[in-house]
């Protein structure tokens, strides 16, 4: 089992980088005019759903990262048990996402979205600030 849950990983990455590449895609129009009032809504929909499968893949790295070892120490058959998970949300994609979105996830951030949101622009800042800043001595080198 030790290698078949980083497998499932990766490949859950690839699918949700490959999804997500189709999705963002413009549809093409009849004749190479714009697309039609229904693809526009499908790939709508569809976004929703990418969206939904990358917020739930990050929700379960950060799980991951911080109690993994902990819980799998006291449950009992865990790497199957996540080996499941995985396969199951590989196999149903943005069907098996969005509702552990929107039952879960979202009714467990909801409450602080307010503190989150001015947190996250300043991490924002601060990252491009820092990006910018690292960039000065190498464009002073090459020049």
């Known amino acids: 089992m030790p290698?078949?849950?980083?497998?499932?990983?990766?490949?859950?990455?690839?699918?949700?980088?490959?999804?997500?590449?189709?999705?963002?895609?413009?549809?093409?129009?009849?004749?190479?005019?714009?697309p039609s009032i229904k693809a526009m809504t499908q790939r709508k929909r569809d976004l929703k759903g990418c969206l939904a499968v990358w917020v739930v893949w990050c929700c379960l790295a950060a799980y991951e990262r911080t109690f993994d070892r902990f819980v799998s120490f006291i449950v009992p058959f865990y790497s199957e048990i996540k080996s499941v998970t995985l396969l199951f949300l590989l196999l149903t994609?943005?069907?098996?996402?969005?509702?552990l979105y929107l039952h879960i996830l979202r009714p467990l951030i909801k409450p602080y979205v307010d503190t989150l949101d001015p947190l996250l622009d300043l991490a924002r800042d601060i990252g491009d600030f820092l990006f910018a800043l690292s960039q000065v001595p190498l464009n002073y080198v090459l020049s």
């Open 3 to 34: 290698l078949v849950v980083p497998a499932l990983r990766l490949f859950m990455v690839f699918m949700n980088v490959y999804d997500t590449y189709k999705t963002l895609k413009i549809p093409p129009g009849r004749k190479g005019g714009p």
């Open 93 to 99: 994609r943005a069907k098996g996402a969005e509702p």
